[in-house]
């Protein structure tokens, strides 16, 4: 499948990187690989590592840059910046790009469960492995549901929308978007529900504790920072 993503601030953030020809890049978040082509673009002897968790992903720029030698594809996260290109025997590079946060792929594909526009499977899993939100909806308590809703999403009725999630599973499991999201409808007040969507805020709060995704910027910000040699650039355009 192929994997379209409109690049943030596309030649603002490559500008910043200051490419020099011959250097070592690191494009730690490559989705549709616009960034990475327009770092490639600058580059003759250099070497540009293109890493991402999503396989869709990983196709997509596996795809887009096949015979470029100046061209590395890396499937992981980039919490594990480091350790990957440690293990593909780089130690040292002259600058790190992350485009840090959901892809407008991963939005617009519904089957992927991150909207709450489209009716999917309850998934919002950016690696497309692991636990799923269905599992956590489905399997964590009144105030673990109400401290992710409240601290990743700011929701105002986060106890009041865990509340009902909890009470709803005693009879039957939560497995689509569109069930979570009338669930959510349901146990916010009538004025909530003309301000927007009132599932916006609960579904990226379920997906960052999904994706585990500040934990992963935290170590992922850290390993960019080691990695870059003195005089190195980070860019991030989110």
Not at 94 to 120: C, K, M, N, P, T
Request: hydrophobic residues 35%.
């Amino acid at each position: 499948m192929e994997f379209n993503h409109v690049s943030v601030l596309l030649n603002e953030a490559v500008d910043s990187l200051n490419i020099r020809e011959d250097g070592i890049y690191v494009d730690g978040t490559a989705g549709g690989g616009g960034h990475s082509a327009a770092i490639l673009s600058r580059l003759t002897t250099g070497t540009l590592y293109s890493i991402d968790q999503d396989p869709d992903a990983i196709a997509t720029v596996t795809e887009r840059f096949r015979g470029d030698s100046r061209s590395r594809i890396i499937e992981g996260n980039f919490g594990d910046m480091r350790r990957l290109l440690n293990d593909v025997g780089v130690e040292a590079v002259d600058g790190v790009l992350l485009d840090i946060g959901v892809s407008s792929h991963q939005l617009d594909e519904g089957s992927r469960g991150f909207s709450y526009h489209v009716d999917a499977p309850l998934d919002m899993r950016m690696s497309q492995s692991g636990e799923t939100a269905a599992d956590l909806v489905n399997t964590l308590s009144v105030g673990e549901l109400s401290r992710i809703l409240s601290l990743y999403g700011e929701e105002k009725y986060a106890y009041s929308i865990a509340k009902g999630i909890v009470r709803y599973r005693e009879t039957k499991r939560i497995e689509t978007t569109l069930e979570l999201a009338e669930l959510i409808k349901d146990n916010v007040p009538q004025k909530v529900r003309r301000d927007g969507h009132p599932a916006r805020k609960s579904f990226q709060a379920i997906r960052i504790a999904v994706n585990h995704e500040l934990d992963v910027l935290e170590s992922g910000l850290q390993g960019a920072f080691e990695l870059l040699r003195k005089g190195g650039r980070f860019s991030a355009p989110s």
